[in-house]
């Protein structure tokens, strides 16, 4: 009975709840006075509605971002995941963007977090605080309530002086710090728990209709990717290897009937034949490489990155951390999106330089692509790009480019990989 009081001293838990909810009241003061000045602003400003436009854009983007940090203090000093119910941007231009911000339920469900941050971080920190520091003060009340004035320590309707009074209250203060203090600490932890995952949380029922949205854009997105791969390949057959084939073809035929009546010209449609055969050779095995490279289905990421790199004109730094390899179409999403990447520093960065690194943690593989080009690079003009955020969400996983004009370009990409 006695083990089970005094367990909370016993787990390091304890003690990072505690500096969690010491924290509430500072993190909750910022995030509750960005949020309601930006919220209060936009308000008001809607009489002008263009100039409500800017702050409404800063005062989501502002409560998503304070929610990320929320989410990470939580896992970090809570040891409780949160996951983020905000699905990535779909709408392509800018006012579209805004309003899908606008129109998410869980974004606003993050605005209201923030407003409750600073009364339920004075909540839990002054409660936290008391429960600490008023037990600490009772149990060192012997050593110093003669010093007060008047020799006595007044508990409102009480007055504790030296000799059993402050014996006594020694003894409640050591049963508060012993006790009561952990065990207060462990509440007020779930308490900050239970609101974060109410509002910076998925919602199964409430958000089972967008999750099936998502789906669908998601499957929609993928039906269309496949659908442009199939005629990219069809292209390439029919404009490369198809006519080498047939000029093959006809120089083949040329050559059998030269054999007979002049040796030596049939001898030189032969040898252009043959060339023509290693060219139309090289174009298929280009081709299926594009589809799937043998090494990556044989010798995984590393190798078929490495051998990637190798042909990449800009130099290029590779590192990879994939001890386990990922499901096939988690690790052919991520070669694509490399290759597509490198292929765009190529053609359009002006870059001396790109780093690609790429590791797998937990659930997640994630990889980043880096360049030092001019950057600019927007996956709303480029089909190339759009392709493979189609590619990525399908599979469940998420996208980010970073490419401010002048650069430097840095692509993000996390594929869901399973346990």
Known sequence: MIRDLLRPWREASTWWTLTHLLLDVAVGTVAFTVVFALLVTSVVLLLTFPLAIPVAW??????????????????????????????????????????????????????????????????????????????????????????????????????????????????????????????????????????????????????????????????????????????????????????????????????????????????????????????????????????????????GLDAALSALVARTPVPVDLRVEVTERPPAAVESAAYFVVAEALTNVTRHAHATRAAVTIARTADRLVLEVRDDGVGGADPDRGTGLHGLRDRVTALGGTMHLISPPGGPTTLLVELPCGS
Request: proline share 5%.
């Open 58 to 299: 800063l005062l989501v983007v502002s409560a998503r971002a304070l929610a990320q940090l929320e989410r990470s203090r939580v896992g970090a000093l809570l040891g409780v995941a949160v996951d983020d119910p905000v699905p990535p941007l779909a709408a392509r231009t800018a006012w579209a963007r805004l309003a899908e911000r606008l129109r998410s339920g869980a974004r606003w469900r993050e605005v209201a977090y923030h407003l409750l941050a600073l009364p339920r971080g004075l909540l839990t920190s002054i409660v936290a605080g008391a429960a600490w520091c008023g037990s600490a003060a009772l149990l060192l009340l012997p050593l110093y309530v003669s010093s007060l004035p008047g020799g006595s320590a007044k508990f409102g309707l009480f007055e504790v002086s030296q000799g059993p009074g402050a014996a006594l209250a020694a003894l409640v203060g050591l049963s508060g710090l012993a006790v009561a203090a952990p065990w207060i600490t462990l509440g007020l932890g779930r308490l900050d728990v239970a609101t974060a995952r109410w509002l910076l949380g998925p919602r199964p029922d409430a958000e089972l209709g967008e999750r099936l949205s998502r789906l669908e854009t998601s499957r929609a997105a993928a039906l269309d990717s496949a659908e442009a791969e199939r005629r990219r390949i069809e292209r390439d057959l029919h404009d490369g290897a198809q006519q080498r084939l047939v000029a093959l073809a006809m120089g083949l035929g040329a050559a059998k009937e030269r054999l007979e009546t002049n040796p030596e010209e049939g001898r030189q449609l032969v040898a252009e034949a043959h060339e023509e055969a290693k060219a139309a050779l090289r174009e298929i095995r280009d081709l299926v490489r594009g589809i799937h490279p043998v090494i990556l289905e044989d010798r």
